[in-house]
């Protein structure tokens, strides 16, 4: 009994299944400058860049973006964007705080006067999916 206890937990260990994810971003007014790209898996650190589980910086093309994040565990993760247009490594804000580079969420949440929550804009991944997100 013992032996099998011990071969089943090594398989666990070593058996992992793990999901992609995709995120194709569109919408972006120019090619100008970079996207980056963070995903989160808790309400905690969203929509903090800085603070997410895994995060990207890639290029702009045909106004649009690619991002894969692999080994995942399955769950639910949100995804936010911004466009950093003269690449000084933040999103700008107005002297309001109002962002005045193109930024989106997952789910394509929005929120009137600040981010949305990570409830809405968190998805299920169980399985490799792909998802859009339009900035704005």
Same mark, same amino acid.
Not at 27 to 44: D, H, I, R
Not at 116 to 127: F, G, T
């Given at each position: 009994?013992f032996?099998?206890?011990?071969?089943l937990?090594?398989?666990?260990l070593?058996n992992?299944?793990?999901?992609?994810?995709?995120v194709?971003?569109s919408?972006?007014?120019?090619?100008?400058?970079?996207? *980056?790209?963070?995903?989160? /898996?808790?309400?905690?650190s @969203?929509?903090?860049?800085?603070k !997410?589980?895994?995060?990207k910086i890639?290029?702009?093309?045909?106004?649009?973006?690619?991002?894969?994040?692999?080994?995942?565990?399955?769950?639910s993760?949100?995804?936010?964007?911004?466009?950093?247009?003269n690449?000084?490594?933040?999103l700008?804000k107005?002297?309001?705080?109002?962002?005045?580079?193109? *930024?989106?969420?997952s789910? /394509?949440?929005?929120?009137? @006067?600040?981010a949305?929550?990570? !409830?809405?804009?968190?998805?299920?991944?169980?399985?490799d999916?792909?998802i859009?997100?339009?900035?704005?």
């Open positions: 009994m032996k099998w206890c011990c071969a937990l090594l398989v666990g070593f992992k299944e793990t999901v992609s994810l995709e194709n971003v919408g972006f007014p120019s090619n100008k400058g970079q996207a *980056y790209v963070a995903l989160f /898996n808790s309400s905690e @969203f929509p903090s860049y800085g !997410q589980l895994k995060g890639v290029d702009i093309e045909q106004l649009k973006c690619k991002v894969t994040f692999t080994n995942l565990t399955p769950g993760y949100a995804i936010a964007v911004y466009h950093d247009v690449k000084n490594n933040k700008d107005n002297v309001l705080g109002m962002p005045t580079e193109s *930024y989106g969420f789910n /394509n949440a929005r929120a009137t @006067f600040s949305p929550s990570y !409830q809405d804009a968190k998805v299920s991944c169980l399985k999916k792909s859009n997100i339009l900035v704005k």
